[in-house]
């Protein structure tokens, strides 16, 4: 059994951030049910790929060990389903549009009355209110708007987008921090809270060290591409084969660098003999460091700075990382039944996380999660024929 064995998940969200917080929980033992709306989750299209049953790979990543059930929940029938479930539950996760929840009448004022151990998650762009409260949020806007795109790209290039949805990863993971904290203080209270995560926080959250940089000296970031604003060398440098990046995190880590790049000297040059010298010659440097890397073998070079103290790592691609030994031993690729994707990075060493449930179709576990909650099989057909329970993706 996981850690949070007998922890019941409520999760209405949907996309990216909100799914994400909940597979964590899911994960490491919580019972997570899944409400989708009659349209779906939108991740579900978000393809190809899309497997035998047509699930998308973007929906697969974020959605496993969890049921799903369908409800609609602009219906009043819909939210008195919705309330039973919640009776038994410990914690609610929802992303819908600020004053969805309120309007409906099933807003965390209304919810916190009715189930006072409830704690109630949400994610969401800006937050409710402020300047950009209520404002959708997506995960590049968010970098574009919070700074993140700002700093990432070179001079030459100019600011990109960071290629994988670092904001809404890191606001879902925020998200189940908050939950487990509340979970934490309800032992002591007999109270639930509400745990307000947002990509734009989450966002802000990220910025380091060009934040610190501002705050003590007034510094506006630049783009630096490969290499690094505080610490040199730090940077991207050519092999013959992969290119590699290596860091050193302090004076005796560039010594054993440059001596193993045959250039002992450099490390008594006193351009570089310390990181703020090295930073104010850092083109020199790295043109010199260039120069040493280009006809060695990236890969095993890497390895062997690493044996040595020195922090590098060739640049992999995704396939090479997925099927790499370390990836592997380190159990990050969990399968199951056909299912393949990546493992929980949280390890606990007596309750360790598990994959049992592959990511499911549209409304499979609807009629049974219904059951369970105490309806009867005329119920639940009333309630599937009326559509404000589903088991089929309602067709817009």
């Known amino acids: 059994m996981g850690a949070l064995d007998g922890l019941k998940v409520i999760d209405l969200s949907r996309v ?19 409400i989708e709306p009659p349209q779906g989750d939108e991740t579900r299209l978000w393809g190809p790929p899309f497997d035998a049953d047509g699930i998308s790979a973007y929906f697969a990543g974020i959605n496993r060990n969890k049921r799903t059930m369908a409800l609609d929940l602009s219906k009043p029938a819909g939210r008195e389903v919705l309330l039973k479930l919640l009776a038994q539950a410990d914690v609610l996760i929802e992303n819908f549009k600020t004053g969805t929840m309120e309007k409906w009448g099933i807003g965390y004022e209304t919810l916190s009355v009715k189930f006072p151990r409830l704690v109630h998650a949400r994610v969401s762009g800006f937050g409710a209110d402020g300047p950009l409260g209520g404002f959708p949020g997506y995960d590049a806007m968010v970098q574009a708007s919070a700074g993140l795109v700002s700093v990432n790209g070179s001079p030459e290039g100019g600011p990109v987008r960071i290629g994988v949805p670092v904001v809404d990863l890191s606001t879902g993971m925020n998200a189940c921090i908050g939950i487990l904290m509340a979970l934490y203080e309800r032992v002591r209270s007999g109270k639930g809270q509400f ?18 940089n501002y705050f003590m000296a007034g510094q ?32 005796g880590q560039f010594r054993k660098l440059v001596q193993m790049l045959g250039k002992p000297e ?55 990382v997925m099927e790499h030994p370390h990836t592997k031993h380190r159990n990050m690729v969990w399968e199951k039944d056909g299912y393949r994707n990546v493992g929980n990075p949280v390890k606990l060493s007596r309750t360790p996380p598990a994959v049992r449930n592959k990511p499911k179709p549209f409304g499979l576990d609807t009629r049974a999660v219904l059951t369970e909650c105490g309806y009867s099989t005329a119920e639940i057909d009333a309630l599937i024929t009326s559509g404000v329970a589903l088991t089929e993706i309602k067709k817009l």
């Open 195 to 212: 745990v307000d995560a947002t990509l734009y926080d989450s966002a802000i959250a990220l910025h380091q060290p060009h934040a610190p």
């Open 220 to 251: 506006r970031p630049k783009l630096h591409g490969n290499s690094h604003g505080n610490l040199a060398p730090y940077a991207n440098f050519p092999t013959k084969g992969r290119n590699i990046v290596i860091g050193a995190g302090n004076d």
């Open 266 to 320: 450099m490390a008594d040059d006193p351009r570089f003999r310390t990181n703020k010298d090295r930073l104010a010659h850092k083109a020199e440097m790295e043109a010199e460091l260039r120069a040493l890397t280009k006809d060695r073998d990236g890969e095993s070079f890497a390895n062997e700075l690493m044996q040595n103290g020195v922090p590098s790592g060739a640049v992999q691609e995704v396939p090479d």
């Open 16 to 34: 990216l951030g909100g799914p994400y917080c909940a597979q964590m929980l899911a994960d490491h033992g919580a019972e997570v049910i899944k």
